[in-house]
């Protein structure tokens, strides 16, 4: 059974910086591609950033897009976001998730990943 835990969630001030961390287990990591989406209250699950198994290609919902930086480690089984110059509209409940890449068609799609951490909050202070 896969397990994702995340850490990194935080009060950030506008402009500011902050970065997500996910461990995976219990799931062959090299065969799954990672994602991180976002929900803030009372809207739906948002894509935020999506890399491949052998983490040469991201893609990135146009919100975040040259802000933000996802990256994994295959050796420690960790994906990563690194998000710059924060605006108030990234606050967030930040949802790391893992799905097998050969099973997804619509990578952008939260029903397409199998596997979800437990979602650490970033407020953004204006």
């Known amino acids: 059974q896969g397990h994702l835990v995340e850490s990194g969630g935080g009060l950030v001030q506008t402009g500011g910086s902050l970065r997500l961390s996910c461990e995976a287990s219990?799931?062959?990591?090299?065969?799954?591609?990672m994602a991180w989406f976002r929900q803030a209250p009372g809207t739906e699950r948002e894509f935020v950033a999506v890399?491949?198994?052998?983490?040469?290609?991201?893609y990135y919902g146009y919100p975040v897009r040259g802000r933000f930086t996802i990256a994994r480690d295959k050796a420690n089984k960790m994906v990563s976001l690194q998000m710059n110059d924060l605006k108030p509209e990234d606050t967030a409940t930040y949802y790391c998730?893992?799905?097998?890449?050969?099973?997804?068609?619509?990578?952008?799609?939260?029903?397409?990943?199998?596997?979800w951490g437990h979602g650490p909050q970033v407020p953004v202070s204006s």
């Open positions: 998730a893992a799905g097998p890449q050969s099973q997804l068609r619509l990578w952008i799609q939260p029903t397409e990943y199998q596997y």
């Open positions: 219990g799931l062959t990591f090299n065969t799954h591609a």
């Open positions: 890399v491949d198994v052998g983490g040469a290609t991201q």
